[in-house]
T-cell receptor
Framework: DAGITQSPRYKITETGRQVTLMCHQTWSHSYMFWYRQDLGHGLRLIYYSAAADITDKGEVPDGYVVSRSKTENFPLTLESATRSQTSVYFC??????????FGPGTRLTVT | KQEVTQIPAALSVPEGENLVLNCSFTDSAIYNLQWFRQDPGKGLTSLLLIQSSQREQTSGRLNASLDKSSGRSTLYIAASQPGDSATYLCAVRGSGAGSYQLTFGKGTKLSVIP
């Protein structure tokens, strides 16, 4: 399927566990982004990547790790999940100068 | 730090009305502004993107305007329909080098009553 997909769509994990959220896009967009959406805060940028092997921090990067070995994939890892990381996570991609396209989101609950 | 505000937070209108959603931002040095729609439990759908050099963009019943100097944008929806019910988000991208980050408002939740 063309577009941007995220997996899993729903995840429940325990405090302290490592969790990886996957993001895949089929457009060969150079830029990819991870956001989290929380009530009262709106969407906030966690990390972004301008190309394969190039990543940079956004507004709220603490507790997260990203990698981008291939243009089409941009996984987000929570190294040791905390309850404050319960959120809805959105991946997005874009080409230079144009609009961002968002995936369907992953709802993560940390117990 | 860029801040984006959307007023009102919620809006309820009868079907068929024309309506305006407002977005304001504190730093006028923007590259572009994007309006999104978000349905409950879903991702974001891009509606319109306005580059900083543009004044407005139109798509069907939607018209977005941008006044960069005053830090304001409006989204006009003509002849509203129940299917327009959703949360509408405004986001701005800064114009600094390497500034790819979108700063979002908290959204306006629109309900169109049949």
């Amino acid at each position: 399927d063309a577009g941007i997909t995220q997996s899993p769509r729903y995840k429940i994990t325990e405090t302290g566990r490592q969790v990886t959220l996957m993001c895949h896009q089929t457009w060969s967009h150079s830029y990819m982004f991870w956001y989290r959406q929380d009530l009262g805060h709106g969407l906030r940028l966690i990390y972004y990547s301008a190309a394969a092997d190039i990543t940079d921090k956004g507004e709220v990067p603490d507790g997260y790790v990203v990698s981008r070995s291939k243009t089409e994939n941009f996984p987000l890892t929570l190294e040791s999940a905390t309850r404050s990381q319960t959120s809805v996570y959105f991946c997005a991609s874009k080409t230079s100068g144009y609009e961002q396209y968002f995936g369907p989101g992953t709802r993560l609950t940390v117990t | 730090k860029q801040e984006v505000t959307q007023i009102p937070a919620a809006l309820s209108v009868p079907e068929g009305e024309n309506l305006v959603l407002n977005c304001s931002f504190t730093d006028s040095a923007i590259y572009n502004l994007q309006w999104f729609r978000q349905d409950p439990g879903k991702g974001l759908t891009s509606l319109l993107l306005i580059q900083s050099s543009q004044r407005e963009q139109t798509s069907g019943r939607l018209n977005a305007s941008l006044d960069k100097s005053s830090g304001r944008s409006t989204l006009y929806i003509a002849a509203s329909q129940p299917g327009d019910s959703a949360t509408y988000l405004c986001a701005v991208r800064g114009s600094g080098a390497g500034s790819y980050q979108l700063t979002f408002g908290k959204g306006t939740k629109l309900s169109v009553i049949p």
